[in-house]
Nanobody
Framework: QVQLVESGGSLVQAGGSLRLSCAAS??????MGWFRQTPGKESEFVAA????????YYADSVKGRFTISRDNAKNTVYLQMDSLKPEDTAVYSC????????????????????WGQGTQVTVSS
């Protein structure tokens, strides 16, 4: 079992930055990802990282603006969000799943077994 707790969501002006954190407990060697959702829309993939941290992948909508990273000593994954836009407004959730190797990451929500409760990010124009 893996427990995930997100933090860092807030209200920020367009062009600003935020850093989200997701602290995991229960096991290591887990691939992790960030997803976001707005009311009435399906969950959208944002970024993913392998458990080694070597491999990362981003949605086109955030590439070049967001950076996913992890500190395995703290079992925590981060999402650094720069140049924020109003369309980035959403509830951001982290997800985790056991990975067979250190270089594997997952893009689909259905690939993840564990989810956090979500943190609200609001970007004002």
């Amino acid at each position: 079992q893996v427990q995930l707790v997100e933090s860092g969501g807030s209200l920020v002006q367009a062009g600003g930055s935020l850093r989200l954190s997701c602290a995991a407990s229960g096991r290591t060697n887990i691939a992790m990802g960030w997803f976001r959702q707005t009311p009435g829309k399906e969950s959208e993939f944002v970024a993913a990282i392998s458990w080694s941290g070597i491999s990362t992948y981003y949605a086109d909508s955030v590439k070049g603006r967001f950076t996913i990273s992890r500190d395995n000593a703290k079992n925590t994954v981060y999402l650094q969000m720069d140049s924020l836009k109003p369309e980035d407004t959403a509830v951001y959730s982290c997800a985790a799943t056991p990975a067979a190797s250190g270089g594997v990451y997952y893009l689909r929500a259905t690939s993840y077994n564990y989810w956090g409760q979500g943190t609200q990010v609001t970007v004002s124009s």
